[in-house]
């Protein structure tokens, strides 16, 4: 099952079912009108929608039509809860080499972790607005789950069973605020503009033996002013799987229904499959030749974010942004 | 006018309206069920819930019943966003002191600020369940605001204006997991266990003349294990006004309606006053005799946080909290 939200001019705006192919849509009013609500009773709500959503596949929804990306807001558009993983090791590894520090052994069995703004989340076609170029906009190709309830105190294993659907995420990164603001020990605010996610958000069984082991194991693409810089596996190097993030987060209290948890930039050891966000291009560069070579986002630059199914269709629809200034 | 939520099994409870002298309320349901609808139009509902008020502060209300807290949940039981500075640069520089660091000189112009998890918010009678006494388990009694929405950009006179309605917090916190996390560098996790609130959540003309410049000038008492251990004064000595605290979360993205910001732990200069949080009292013991000698508080302990207006009355109600081993 896929599913979206719609732009209607409401802060939550319109659940709509989507078509496996991504071509049709069907307003889910009729079972509920909003994402929020569908999580908070999903045992109940969910198999409405799946009726739904075959009756659509099989092009029998008589009040079908076009599914239009750009019309989507966040599939949550405002979330309880937005907690984004580092689970790609590989990912902090070239950083902290590029400015010569070390990674503490800890953060292999530790999952490093940030509490998100989740008051503002942009759709997939929603512009990247910025304050300055000169903070240093970046991207981050992320992976994403929205959970159900998760106890305190819940396994790994069992907190993957928690996981409603997937999404994917554009971090969007200030990483010149960054430095300041991690020194000050209280974590990213400022350097973390709005995240944006990708047009539906899908269960786990559209993955079509992709999803394995709490990881999707697909490739995630990143086309940055058209040219594609970065086609990461999202799938066996993630060090920690999202059942592991979603314990880390409940270890010492309850995690609420439509909390979303992000995977971190997906990033691989082989640089030849390039990067999922600029900080690590110029890591790589800072590692080779001493100094970045690569600018950060400018006014008026796109990101397009996708991963294509085992079958080769796009899974989620992109996310495709343009950096605006805050006008 | 004074807004509460009570308890009616569902996620986000029921709406009421709370008289003056906290002994009435009566259901809003006529106007909002939900306080976070009313925040998403406040300029539409809140007059008639002004209206309301009035009427039930006269004793007109023809369903009116007798109030109580301990039906309460949070009055936002669930946010979308909880960001909680440490505006009272008193309480940073007695924790610093106590451990032989200095205060970094921009700690006087850049506020502290994390954000806080904001999925599952307690009410004001909520028992604090905790996995461990080991973790270090402490209050913290603080000033909150919830705002309307606020844009990027906004100063911090104009976000003052925000500011629709102010509450108390306990922003729970567990001593011995901070360094290692914050050590890390991505803020606060799971050393930030859920967040309780005071029962009523009140517009700022409740508090008489003593919200003044984004500050509020009243004392706040904290009492633990029925032992009065703090009455501080949250006014002159808040270093960053909520319209400050407010600007700070909105430099580089939209602030959205229903977003709690908090003060941080309220701390006096004059040690006579008594503490707001028992890291404090540590610091000071530390500072003095080279070492903490109180310990954090036990299963069992309680907490009662409370704040009497100009007219010695309780404004917000009292956080009235027992610390339980989670079941």
Not at 124 to 137: K, L, N, Q, W, Y
Not at 235 to 261: D, W, Y
């Amino acid at each position: 099952m896929k599913l979206a939200t719609y732009q209607d001019g409401s802060r939550d705006g319109q659940l709509v079912v989507v078509s496996r192919d991504l071509s049709l849509a069907h307003y889910a009013s009729g079972v509920a009108t909003r994402l929020q609500q569908v999580l908070d009773d999903w045992n109940f709500l969910s198999p409405q929608l799946e009726d739904l959503s075959q009756t659509l596949n099989q092009g029998k929804a008589r009040h079908a039509f076009a599914f239009e990306p750009e019309k989507c807001m966040a599939p949550l558009p405002r979330a309880y809860q937005w907690a984004d993983g580092s689970a790609f090791i590989n990912h902090v590894e070239l950083v902290r080499k590029a400015r010569g520090a070390e990674v503490p052994a800890s953060f292999y069995t530790d999952p490093l972790m940030y509490q998100g703004g989740s008051d503002d989340l942009l759709g997939a076609c929603d512009p990247i607005a910025a304050v300055s170029t000169e903070h240093g906009i970046d991207f981050e190709a992320e992976v994403a789950v929205i959970t159900g309830d998760v106890a305190v105190g819940t396994t790994p294993d069992a907190a993957i069973d928690s996981i409603r659907l997937l999404m994917l995420a554009n971090d969007v990164s200030l990483r010149h605020l960054i430095p300041a603001e991690l020194a000050k020990g209280f974590g990213f605010l400022q350097s973390k503009p709005a995240t944006a996610f990708s047009p539906v958000a899908v269960t786990p069984d559209e993955l079509l033996g992709a999803w394995r082991g709490g990881r999707v194991h697909l490739n995630l693409e990143s086309v940055w002013n058209g040219k594609r810089v970065g086609l990461c596996d999202a799938g066996p190097e993630m060090t920690f799987h999202f059942g592991q993030l979603i314990a880390h987060l409940c270890k010492t209290r309850n995690v609420r229904a439509g909390s979303i948890i992000g995977s971190g930039t997906v990033s691989n050891q082989d640089w030849s499959r390039g990067y999922s966000c600029i900080a690590e291009k110029r890591a790589i560069e800072t590692i080779e030749g001493g100094a970045p070579k690569t600018d950060f986002m400018q006014f008026g630059d796109t990101i397009r974010i996708e991963m294509k199914g085992l079958d080769g269709a796009s899974v989620f629809g992109a996310i495709a942004q343009q950096v605006v200034a805050v006008s």
